[in-house]
């Protein structure tokens, strides 16, 4: 306690999140133009903007000297906006004792880079929310991932461009929202996220927790790892008596790999059985998280952990 911080501070025109970047266990640090940390940031609706901050090597001696660089790249359209999630209109305890007559929606925050970028034989792996129209015109909230590779030369000029990219979508009914990238050196693992339904007999319709393998390219299912038991009931998404609104879902989701194991861990929110796990005063909601193997097939054994 008490020691000093250096600290270089950017300033980057407009309103958009800017998500660092994590190298996956063994995938090495930047070393070149004195040490480069790359992020990345949703700036428009058909751009991603890759940030290059360089000679990092200097922010203790001179925090001053570090110097930052930033280049726009096209790619699909995506929309820069999200929807409100629905849930089955299931309403609970706290939502009744404040005249509240429908379950609430979930708010999906905004169309940006909520989680970590992830850094993976030199590529940037990263994915956002963004709303949609399924077939039957229900307004939903799926996914866009992109991969993208930075260069930045030793005349520091800095170029990227898209090495693959498209969109996770869930069958009519199913919205998704606070997707986490976790992927190995060779790009191989898995997007999380919290999924959701407002039929309550749909698998994951209450919402959970739930992956999709990766490898270059989402594959196979969506399997629901943590399953919801109810919908969401909490204090604060149950202002006023009359239909349910728009209520807050944490901030993000996250995932990692162990560099030991290889394992991936993902943590996303959902709401767990009240008999396993009592709500709180205040809410219903927890976190569940998700361990799968190196392999990327066999998902398990997954660890449930309630938080308020």
């Avoid at 020691?3 to 950017?10: C, G, T, V």
């Avoid at 790619?75 to 706290?94: C, F, H, L, N, R």
């Avoid at 809410?283 to 193997?293: D, E, K, L, R, Y």
Wanted: proline share 8%; glycine share 12%; net charge negative.
């Amino acid at each position: 306690m008490g020691e000093s911080l250096n600290i270089a501070r950017f300033l980057l025109s407009g309103d958009s999140f800017v998500q660092p970047s994590v190298p996956a266990p063994h995938e090495p640090f930047e070393t070149a133009n004195g040490g480069t940390e790359y992020l990345m940031r949703a700036t428009s609706s058909n751009l991603v903007s890759v940030v290059a901050i360089y000679n990092t090597r200097e922010i203790d001696r001179s925090p001053g000297s570090l110097r930052i660089s930033n280049v726009d790249v096209p790619t699909e359209p995506y929309e820069k906006m999200v929807v409100p999630s629905a849930q089955p209109d299931i309403v609970g305890p706290t939502c009744k004792s404040q005249g509240v007559t429908s379950a609430p929606s979930l708010d999906a925050d905004f169309s940006e880079f909520q989680a970590t970028i992830q850094k993976a034989g030199g590529n940037l792996y990263g994915v956002l929310p963004l709303a949609s129209t399924n077939g039957n015109g229900f307004s939903r909230n799926v996914l866009a991932w992109f991969i993208l590779r930075p260069r930045l030369t030793n005349s520091l000029s800095l170029t990227a461009n898209i090495v693959a990219q498209g969109y996770v979508v869930p069958s009519d009914g199913y919205s998704l929202i606070y997707p986490a990238f976790a992927v190995n050196k060779a790009g191989t693992g898995l997007i999380g996220f919290t999924i959701s339904n407002p039929d309550a007999n749909a698998p994951g319709g209450f919402p959970s927790a739930a992956v999709i393998e990766f490898a270059g390219f989402p594959r196979g299912n969506i399997i629901v790892t943590g399953q919801g038991a109810t919908s969401y009931d909490a204090r604060g998404a149950c202002l006023r008596p009359g239909p349910g609104g728009v209520a807050s879902w944490g901030d993000y989701g996250a995932a990692t790999v162990d560099a030991a194991t290889g394992f991936f861990y993902l943590a996303n929110e959902y709401i767990p059985d009240p008999t396993v796990f009592p709500r709180s005063e205040n809410g219903n909601w927890g976190t569940f998280i998700t361990q799968v193997a190196a392999a990327g097939r066999s998902v398990g054994p997954p660890r449930e952990s309630e938080g308020h």
